[in-house]
């Protein structure tokens, strides 16, 4: 009779410990909050990152952009100087300056 005690103890701790075991793989709440907000953390600074990088490459662009706009500057005020009278010349030369100051703004 006592082994019938012992054997229905023993299934009863077998029961509780397989339940803890199978438990034990899943997730908890708390995990799962605690990932969720690693992600929204994550995804933030890959969202911060990728726009320091498009602004950079735009920066880049504007500076590139300036550059040409320079060379390009001084070939035309060369040319005003060549030909002093062309007004087409001096329309041009007003127009490059403009565009280079507003490129000097955008890069600030």
Avoid at 79 to 89: A, E, S
Wanted: net charge positive.
């Amino acid at each position: 009779m006592w082994w019938k005690i012992v054997a229905g103890v023993g299934t009863i701790i077998a029961l509780i410990t397989g339940l803890l075991a199978i438990d034990g793989r899943y997730a908890r709440c708390i995990d799962l909050e605690r990932a969720v907000k690693d992600h929204d953390r994550i995804e933030k600074k890959t969202v911060e990152i990728l726009d320091d990088f498009r602004k950079e490459l735009n920066r880049n662009f504007q500076i590139q952009r300036l550059e040409a706009l320079n060379d390009t500057f001084y070939k035309q005020k060369a040319l005003v100087k060549l030909y002093p009278g062309d007004v087409d010349l001096k329309d041009d030369l007003t127009k490059i300056e403009q565009e280079r100051s507003k490129i000097k703004e955008l890069i600030k």
